[in-house]
């Protein structure tokens, strides 16, 4: 991607992470809540992401963005889903359009797919000699509202594959923490997505060439309900990290 890439959520904990690791592979815009400090070494702008006239700036010439601004509470109200998500989602595709934006990258979650986390099926599905896996294809099962949001991310951006053109990938994130899996949280284990994975799936969202892709971003755990199969073929996503590798403090070698 040789054209500009908007970053919205740019100043939040996926957004820093990616932009850290990439600041140097890519021209990029990016899209803050409110004003950061200190400044980046990249063009910003400020504001409400379901605002046009904040977006319509920060979209101009731009080739592809990544959509991670929005509420990325479990437990999100609503009105804030509905707005911070849903809108604003709505506000990134359609002037997307506007702009002639090539391809949308956007931070779907884990929690749109969190129903088929059934009674009968966990804790089980979380462990290592479990082969229950979720591949992309399933349809969305969101657990709670904020779930509804991100499903409904990834239909609007269908739409707009379909009804523009738009190059979409969805990346189902897991759980992407400051530092190393957490432990006692099997769930966690699970999902985990270190930081170097999530730079790095991102950088071949933005590199990979597909239409409509929906991808689950988790590091290679050895546990794990999610198929990392999608993301290797479409993406050339090859995750180096595992959490079954961490004690809680530093990486562990483990014996063959
Ligand atoms: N961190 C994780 O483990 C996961 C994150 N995600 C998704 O990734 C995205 C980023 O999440 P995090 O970085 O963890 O959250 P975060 O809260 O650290 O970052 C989100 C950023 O978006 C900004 N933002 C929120 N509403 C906005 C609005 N209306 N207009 C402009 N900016 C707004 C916030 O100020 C914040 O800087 C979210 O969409 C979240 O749902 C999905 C799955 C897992
Ligand atoms: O989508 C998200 O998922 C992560 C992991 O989910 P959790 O239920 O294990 O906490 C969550 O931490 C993050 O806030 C959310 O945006």
């Given at each position: ?42 063009p910003y ?192 996503y090859e ?18």
């Amino acid at each position: 991607m040789d054209d500009p890439v908007l970053l919205t959520g740019a100043g939040g904990h996926v957004g820093q992470t990616v932009y850290e690791r990439l600041k140097d592979d890519y021209d990029w815009r990016l899209l803050y809540h409110t004003q950061p400090s200190p400044e980046p070494d990249h063009p910003y702008f400020t504001g409400e992401v379901q605002d046009t006239d904040t977006v319509r700036p920060a979209i101009e010439d731009v080739g592809a963005v990544i959509h991670l601004a929005g509420d990325p509470r479990r437990d999100a109200p609503w009105r804030s889903v509905i707005s911070n998500n849903i809108d604003g989602t709505h506000t990134i595709y359609e002037l997307a359009v506007e702009a002639g934006v090539e391809k949308v990258v956007f931070a779907s979650s884990n929690h749109a797919v969190g129903a088929f986390e059934t009674d009968e099926r966990t804790p089980e599905m979380y462990r290592a000699d479990d082969d229950f896996r979720l591949d992309g294809t399933e349809r969305p099962r969101p657990g709670n509202k904020y779930g509804i949001s991100k499903a409904t991310g990834e239909t609007i951006g269908r739409y707009y594959h379909d009804e523009y053109g738009i190059a979409v990938c969805n990346i189902r994130i897991g759980n992407l923490n400051e530092d190393h899996p957490p432990i006692d949280y099997e769930r966690g284990q699970a999902m985990w997505l270190s930081t170097e994975d999530c730079a790095h799936i991102h950088d071949c969202a933005l590199q990979a060439d597909y239409g409509y892709e929906t991808v689950y971003g988790i590091s290679d755990n050895d546990r794990k309900y999610y198929s990392l199969e999608r993301a290797k073929e479409v993406l050339g996503y090859e995750p180096r990290d595992n959490s079954a590798h961490f004690d809680g403090d530093e990486r562990v070698v483990k014996p063959d």
